[in-house]
């Protein structure tokens, strides 16, 4: 699925039982939803599950490149 969120298009998941308590699964860098389906499937009957790709990964759009790890150090230390 898609949901529009400020301009991007975010690809999500949503899975397991209705009305359970909520589970939310983010990747590390470099991966996808894909990485969590393992856990998604022993999770399943006991939670209602979100799992998403961050932004640049998998099905969701990236920022206009290019992209050097000098930019990602600087954004990372912003927040902190």
Not at 1 to 22: D, H, L, Q, R, T
Not at 45 to 67: E, K, Q, V
Request: proline share 4%.
């Amino acid at each position: 699925m898609k949901a529009s969120v400020n301009g991007i298009e975010i690809n999500y998941e949503v899975s397991g039982k209705e009305g359970a308590p909520w589970l939310v699964l983010s990747h590390s860098l470099a991966c996808s939803v894909r990485m969590w389906d393992p856990q998604v499937e022993a999770f399943k009957d006991r939670f209602r599950i979100l799992n998403y790709d961050m932004r640049g990964h998998g099905a969701t759009i990236g920022a206009a490149g290019p992209y050097t790890l000098e930019h990602a150090r600087r954004r990372c230390s912003r927040a902190y």
